[in-house]
């Protein structure tokens, strides 16, 4: 997410997110990131094909890692993917499903642009009105990078 803004992932009307599994220094079983990336692939979110995570699926379209890392165990894993906007509370639905079945920590950071005439990003909107608490820390981006990707507007 650091680098969104530069590499052209960041897309109107959508959110990237990224779970983080097992940060602070409490580890994550590589079974537990198939739990969460198995029920994000059930909500078809577009997982990012750069991420490290992703090198390890056998299908993202059911979120399957391959099985010979299943009894691995990493200090952290990230989770990236983007999806509408409007599908937020889904996410966050799926997201506290897949909680109450593993057994180490995760958070999820969300990012959207601010459209022009904006004061804030949808997101908040949509967080606010579905009671989703949400830490308003970020990183503010004054346009000085420049996308190596071109950034596409939603359809």
């Known amino acids: 997410m650091k680098t969104n803004d530069v590499?052209?992932?960041?897309?109107?009307?959508?959110?990237?997110?990224?779970?983080?599994?097992g940060r602070p220094g409490i580890s994550a079983s590589f079974e537990d990131v198939q739990k969460v990336t198995r029920a994000l692939a059930r909500?078809?979110?577009?997982?990012q094909k750069e991420n490290p995570v992703t090198s390890l699926f056998t299908s993202d379209r059911n979120g399957d890692l391959n099985p010979e890392v299943l009894g691995e165990r990493v200090l952290s894993a990230l989770v990236k993917?983007?999806?509408?906007v409007s599908r937020v509370p889904e996410l966050v639905e799926a997201l506290e499903e897949a909680g109450k079945t593993v057994d180490t920590v995760f958070s999820a950071a969300?990012?959207?642009?601010?459209r022009p005439g904006e004061s804030e990003p949808e997101l908040i909107q949509i967080l606010e009105e579905n009671g989703?608490?949400?830490?308003?820390?970020?990183?503010t981006n004054v346009g000085?990078?420049?996308?190596?990707?071109?950034?596409e507007a939603a359809s």
Do not use: H, M, S, W
């Open 110 to 114: 969300l990012a959207e642009p601010i």
């Open 43 to 47: 909500l078809d979110v577009e997982f």
């Open 144 to 151: 000085l990078g420049r996308p190596f990707l071109p950034v």
């Open 81 to 84: 993917f983007e999806i509408p």
């Open 132 to 139: 989703i608490f949400y830490r308003p820390n970020g990183k």
């Open 7 to 21: 590499t052209g992932r960041l897309r109107a009307g959508f959110v990237n997110v990224a779970v983080e599994l």
